[in-house]
């Protein structure tokens, strides 16, 4: 079993930006997707952003434009960077690897100050 471990959550303010990290204990490629999901106080969790084996992104509407993932195939680690943040974008923020059985990570509190 691979174990994902988020982190580079905190407070930020409106406007600013950061980047989340998810380090895998093993091989990022032992998924077939790798995806950030978050969870905003009181809502549902929702996808935020993805990227397939192949290396092919998808966003989120309310994210497209202001975000990127990416991955470091070397240090088994995805990347989640989102610019221009918004307090909307507060929330707990989770690494998921996709195999047909999903694997969570613990999630990494997010929270952009207006």
């Known amino acids: 079993q691979v174990q994902l471990v988020e982190s580079g959550g905190g407070l930020v303010q409106a406007g600013g930006s950061l980047r989340l990290s998810c380090a895998a204990s093993?091989?990022?490629?032992?998924?077939?997707?790798m995806k950030w999901y978050r969870q905003p106080p009181g809502k549902q969790r929702e996808l935020v952003a993805l990227i397939t084996k192949p290396g092919s992104t998808n966003y989120a509407d309310s994210v497209k434009g202001r975000a990127t993932i990416s991955r470091d195939n070397a240090k088994n680690t995805v990347y989640l960077q989102i610019r221009s943040l918004k307090p909307e974008d507060t929330g707990v923020y989770y690494c998921?690897?996709?195999?047909?059985?999903?694997?969570w990570g613990q999630g990494t509190q997010v929270t952009v100050s207006s």
């Open positions: 093993g091989s990022i490629f032992n998924f077939n997707v």
């Open positions: 998921a690897g996709d195999r047909g059985v999903i694997e």
